[in-house]
């Protein structure tokens, strides 16, 4: 059985290795899989040694019996989590910064200033959203899909979602400024331009609105619209479900492309 699963895990890994980028999503699913199906052998070993049940209790199912982790550390059961933060006032922040500053508490004065910028990206995601349609291809937005994440100080890596769905039919935006986006595109635009070459065309070059983007089909996954957002930035659309490639591309032109590179202070 252990040689089985570790032959298993090294074909994965070799084949991610050696995948091309348009496959690098389904194979890390893949590898998740597969990662997951090791812990429960293991869990199951660890199980049949000392008596422990899949419930986290004992073999005989002692609903009294608190759940443990594998190392045996209680796993947390209760909870409610975080709840959302206030957006920082943003000529509060700046206040604050000048008057640290001004007494020399440099470390009060950059926490001020650092969450002077979250709140401008904040504000910033929170207005192209509302700049969004309302309703794309027949497809209602999901309010509570909505998301604006800044995950770094100074306008490093903002990114704005946006799910549209009806039934089994979904269509996503996301809006993303990172740098390390850059050397990605280049990465996707020169294999776009390999696979154009090929005899199954599964990814190949487009313009949107005269913008430079890229369209990939996976059976699987539906269509993906990668498309370039100034010099740093880049705006994915993924489709679930559409017909054909017109019908994509007919829910992609409904968006406001100049509008979006405008709020997000690209050109």
């Known amino acids: 059985?252990?040689?089985?699963?570790?032959?298993?895990?090294?074909?994965?890994?070799?084949?991610?290795?050696?995948?091309?980028?348009?496959?690098?999503?389904?194979?890390?699913?893949?590898?998740?899989?597969?990662?997951?199906?090791?812990?429960?052998?293991?869990?199951?070993?660890?199980?049949?040694?000392?008596?422990?049940?899949?419930?986290?209790?004992?073999?005989?199912?002692?609903?009294?019996?608190?759940?443990?982790?594998?190392?045996?550390?209680?796993?947390?059961?209760?909870?409610?989590?975080?709840?959302n933060s206030t957006v920082p006032d943003v000529l509060q922040q700046i206040t604050d910064a000048d008057l640290a500053y001004s007494k020399q508490q440099f470390g009060e004065a950059r926490f001020s200033i650092q969450q002077a910028l979250l709140g401008v990206e904040l504000q910033i995601g929170k207005q192209l959203l509302a700049s969004l349609p309302l309703e794309v291809a027949g497809l209602p937005k999901d309010s509570a899909e909505d998301r604006v994440m800044s995950t770094r100080y100074g306008w490093a890596n903002l990114s704005i979602q946006r799910v549209y769905q009806k039934d089994d039919q979904q269509l996503s935006i996301l809006i993303g400024n990172n740098s390390m986006y850059a050397g990605a595109l280049d990465m996707y635009f020169g294999f776009a331009a390999t696979q154009s070459n090929g005899e199954t065309q599964n990814t190949k070059q487009i313009r949107v609105k005269g913008n430079k983007a890229i369209i990939q089909f996976e059976e699987r996954e539906g269509y993906t619209v990668l498309m370039q957002l100034g010099t740093s930035g880049m705006i994915t659309f993924k489709g679930i479900n559409f017909n054909n490639e017109k019908d994509m591309m007919d829910a992609v032109q409904q968006f406001d492309i100049d509008s979006i590179k405008k709020t997000m202070g690209e050109q």
């Open 1 to 83: 059985m252990k040689q089985k699963l570790l032959f298993v895990l090294l074909l994965c890994i070799g084949v991610i290795m050696q995948a091309p980028l348009h496959a690098q999503g389904f194979l890390k699913k893949l590898k998740d899989k597969v990662e997951k199906k090791a812990e429960d052998v293991l869990d199951k070993k660890i199980a049949d040694k000392t008596g422990t049940g899949s419930n986290g209790g004992t073999a005989n199912g002692n609903p009294n019996t608190m759940p443990t982790t594998r190392n045996g550390r209680p796993m947390n059961t209760a909870g409610e989590g975080l709840k």
